[in-house]
């Protein structure tokens, strides 16, 4: 079963990238949203442009701050029928540099969160007999580059997670997800690091949204557990 057009999406990990193109499909399509991102200045101008959207200033990787948030959510809003999370703490560095507060943040962030969220929202889940969770990893879930010693080990247990639960929960009417980015995400910080790259060179966060709006409507007869999302010319 797909999910409803009112059933209420979190979105988890809200900037100016994939999660404002997240918040803003899924709110195109008719859902309820919620915003949550650490500060309320990142939550805010989404607020103002999507009628009806409520944001939430959360720490994912804080046990304390997942709880109050979703008790929030639930109290203002309903239950949760869709959670797309796009929290992630991009540390990157070598294992000769790598700080051991970077490895736990990223940890943290991509993992440790990722459960939290996810358990706040699979009681009412189960109860309704259908929901989607979407994870948005990285290729680095896959292999450990040289300069991703905190960063490929986090999204590598996001992976693991995210598969341990769609075999639990697949079985529950739950569809649990992993959309694998394999690119540069078009955000103003990438264009001003890699001016020279043309339009086609990075990833568009609409488009990385839509595929995640178009898991939630799958059938499920065939559902999608991976789904990988890359540039046409990016080399893999």
């Given at each position: 079963?797909?999910?409803?057009?009112?059933?209420?999406?979190?979105?988890?990990?809200?900037?100016?990238?994939?999660?404002?193109?997240?918040?803003?499909?899924?709110?195109?399509?008719?859902?309820?949203?919620?915003?949550?991102?650490?500060?309320?200045?990142?939550?805010?101008?989404?607020?103002?442009?999507?009628?009806?959207?409520?944001?939430?200033?959360?720490?994912?990787?804080?046990?304390?701050?997942?709880?109050?948030?979703?008790?929030?959510?639930?109290?203002?809003?309903?239950?949760?029928?869709?959670?797309?999370?796009?929290?992630?703490?991009?540390?990157?560095?070598?294992?000769?540099?790598?700080?051991?507060?970077?490895?736990?943040?990223?940890?943290?962030?991509?993992?440790?969160?990722?459960?939290?969220?996810?358990?706040?929202?699979?009681?009412?889940?189960?109860?309704?007999?259908?929901?989607?969770?979407?994870?948005?990893?990285?290729?680095?879930?896959?292999?450990?580059?040289?300069?991703?010693?905190?960063?490929?080990?986090?999204?590598?247990?996001?992976?693991?997670?995210?598969?341990?639960?769609?075999?639990?929960?697949?079985?529950?009417?739950?569809?649990?997800?992993?959309?694998?980015?394999d690119g540069i995400v078009d955000l103003p910080r990438t264009r001003a690091a890699m001016p020279d790259q043309p339009d086609e060179f990075f990833i568009q966060p609409a488009a990385v949204a839509d595929i995640a709006y178009q898991l939630t409507r799958q059938h499920r007869s065939a559902w999608?557990?991976?789904?990988?999302?890359?540039?046409?010319?990016?080399?893999?």
């Amino acid at each position: 079963m797909a999910t409803t057009r009112a059933d209420v999406a979190v979105i988890a990990g809200v900037g100016p990238g994939n999660g404002a193109a997240l918040a803003r499909r899924f709110a195109a399509a008719g859902h309820p949203v919620a915003l949550l991102a650490r500060s309320h200045e990142s939550l805010a101008p989404l607020e103002r442009e999507i009628a009806g959207a409520r944001g939430y200033p959360c720490d994912v990787g804080s046990a304390e701050d997942v709880t109050r948030t979703f008790a929030a959510i639930h109290a203002d809003m309903g239950d949760v029928g869709v959670l797309i999370h796009n929290a992630g703490a991009g540390r990157f560095g070598g294992i000769e540099s790598v700080t051991p507060a970077d490895f736990e943040q990223a940890w943290r962030t991509n993992a440790y969160g990722a459960l939290l969220c996810a358990q706040q929202v699979i009681p009412a889940m189960k109860a309704a007999g259908h929901g989607a969770i979407v994870y948005v990893g990285a290729t680095a879930s896959r292999r450990g580059g040289p300069n991703s010693a905190a960063f490929a080990p986090a999204k590598a247990a996001q992976r693991a997670l995210a598969e341990s639960m769609a075999r639990s929960l697949w079985p529950a009417g739950i569809h649990v997800c992993l959309i694998v980015v394999d690119g540069i995400v078009d955000l103003p910080r990438t264009r001003a690091a890699m001016p020279d790259q043309p339009d086609e060179f990075f990833i568009q966060p609409a488009a990385v949204a839509d595929i995640a709006y178009q898991l939630t409507r799958q059938h499920r007869s065939a559902w999608s557990f991976e789904v990988e999302a890359r540039p046409f010319g990016e080399r893999w």
